[in-house]
Nanobody, 125 residues
């Protein structure tokens, strides 16, 4: 069983930065695809970013150029560096992982088998 724990969320002003971390434990493999999703109140869960075992990355259009996803396989940890934050980035951010996600499906939340509990990010005006 794989467990994911997010951390690093908080309250930040418009234009500020935060760095989220997702620590994985259990039966972890370096080949896992790791992703970030977010969900604002009353809205659906949306794709944010993902990274493969080889370091390939993809981003939602809304965050491209502002957010950077990275991973440290030795620590079984994935990061999301968020810069130039906007109020519309306010959401609960979830870490996800799977060992068999095709790149063409990285945007689809239900292809990921393992999920963290989420961490709140609030951006004030």
């Amino acid at each position: 069983q794989v467990q994911l724990v997010e951390s690093g969320g908080g309250l930040v002003q418009d234009g500020g930065s935060l760095r989220l971390s997702c620590a994985a434990s259990g039966r972890i493999f370096s080949s896992f695809v790791m992703g970030w999703f977010r969900q604002a109140p009353g809205k659906e869960r949306d794709f944010v970013a993902a990274i493969s075992w080889s370091g390939s990355t993809d981003y939602a259009v809304s965050v491209k150029g502002r957010f950077t996803i990275s991973r440290d396989n030795a620590k079984n940890t994935v990061y999301l560096q968020m810069n130039a934050l906007k109020p519309e980035d306010t959401a609960v951010y979830y870490c996800a992982a799977d060992d068999g996600v095709r790149r063409s499906t990285w945007y689809i939340s239900n292809v990921y088998k393992y999920w963290g509990q989420g961490t709140q990010v609030t951006v004030s005006s």
